[in-house]
């Protein structure tokens, strides 16, 4: 939903009003605590409250944050954490570091936040790692096929130490970019209309010789090609003309993200394949956090903490409660309302996918972008090392009981 449509009943010239008075930023950092409709006075009076808390002090920095096509309305379907965030640090930093939210795609999008950040324009943005790929190439080393085995994989290996030598210091390194926290979903499978009045899909063969969008993710594409799935580049933002017109069978990304964008009327099925990550992650130029200084540095680093927190509870709740991700499906889910079918595979059938693209099963697919990646590194296995991290907790382990830990502090 972008701003210019109703927000929970907010005409687009009532919430251009409120903010000509009180700012775009306050008026959708206030809006994203409403957890349901709101009302103009309502929204007035919190934007009043927001603007008046953020403008007290003159800040010492004014951060601007470029998130892609998310507002305050979507950020409460895929909980990615940008405005809590935003919202915690300003807090915690008694005002002396103010951000301003640019969403909507007006200051960048999913592909461009990230080079728009490494020039300058932004000081931090937000969109999935794989579509930033492009811009930072390191991001691939989140993407081999299968490394993650489900959601509480990918929240423990950000929680973990190991994330910093094997994530985080490398992308610093390379790109400029401080990796700040992320949501945590696994790719699938989101078939067109065309699936409206086919079976649900329950193995991989079904989906042999479809055609599928592919984001900017290099890594990817080795894992749709090894499983007969023709990766097709299609932007993000052209992914729903491109389902609605059947000019592809499918798009490869998750749940919430169909949810969020307002995909659903135009997919039938949501097959979770699961084999590679969705990570919409949020991140900061290297250079701006370095000007900071040792105590707003800390509280940047606690906001991230305390925003990955709030996104392992949020966005595992929402999968369920708004989204419509599970069996059965409850009423009233946006996957619900729009006749969504959940394709969740057996785990035979996850494993045969798994056989016929992972590193584990098919080492020589991924021979060039591994040992590329392991030089950028510094020369660690980076599959094996994030392969073996992750194992260190039960398979079973569900994501919201992951054990929340401060990455960098080892």
């Known amino acids: 939903m972008k701003v210019g449509d109703k927000l929970s009943g907010i005409s687009r010239r009532d919430l251009f009003k409120i903010a000509g008075q009180y700012g775009l930023s306050s008026t959708l950092l206030a809006a994203g605590t409403f957890g349901g409709a709101m009302s103009v006075a309502n929204l007035a009076s919190a934007a009043e409250s927001t603007y008046e808390r953020r403008f007290s002090k003159e800040a010492r920095f004014t951060l601007k944050f470029g998130a892609a096509g998310f507002n305050a309305r979507n950020l409460l379907i895929e909980r990615a954490g940008a405005l809590e965030f935003a919202r915690d640090l300003e807090a915690r930093t008694d005002g002396e570091i103010r951000v301003e939210f640019i969403g909507d795609n007006q200051i960048c999008g999913q592909v461009s936040c990230v080079e728009k950040t490494q020039q300058g324009i932004v000081d931090i943005y937000a969109a999935s790692t794989q579509n930033s790929a492009g811009g930072a190439p390191y991001l691939n080393v989140l993407d081999y096929a299968y490394m993650f085995r489900n959601r ?20 610093e390194r390379r790109h400029g970019l401080k990796f700040l926290f992320s949501h945590a979903e696994l790719r699938g499978i989101q078939l067109g209309l065309a699936w409206e009045d086919k079976e649900t899909v329950t193995s991989v063969e079904q989906l042999f010789g479809t055609k599928n969008r592919v984001t900017g993710t290099q890594l990817g594409r080795i894992a749709m090609t090894a499983l007969n799935l023709n990766p097709v580049p299609v932007a993000w933002e052209e992914t729903l003309d491109g389902l609605k017109q059947g000019l592809i069978d499918g798009a490869e990304t998750w749940a919430s993200a169909v949810a969020y964008a307002n995909m659903s009327p135009v997919v039938s099925q949501s097959v979770h394949l699961n084999f590679f990550c969705g990570t919409e992650h949020t991140a900061m130029s290297a250079s701006v956090f370095d000007s900071l200084g040792g105590d707003l540095q800390d509280a940047v680093m606690e906001s991230s903490y305390w925003a990955q927190t709030h996104v392992q509870a949020a966005n595992e709740a929402a999968l369920v409660k ?11 889910t946006i996957f619900a309302e729009n006749n969504v079918r959940n394709a969740f595979l057996s785990p035979e059938e996850i494993r045969k996918a798994e056989e016929m693209c992972s590193p584990e099963f098919q080492p020589q697919l991924w021979e060039e972008w591994r040992e590329r990646i392991n030089g950028w590194q510094g020369g660690a296995d980076t599959y094996q090392e994030i392969y073996d991290e992750v194992r260190t907790i039960d398979a079973n382990t ?13």
């Open 322 to 332: 708004t989204v419509g991700q599970s069996d059965p499906q409850l009423p009233g």
């Open 398 to 410: 569900l994501p919201e009981n992951v054990e929340p830990r401060r990455w960098w502090k080892g």
């Open 152 to 171: 509480a994989d990918q929240y423990h290996f950000l929680y973990s130490p190991k994330s910093m030598a094997l994530l985080r210091e490398p992308y």
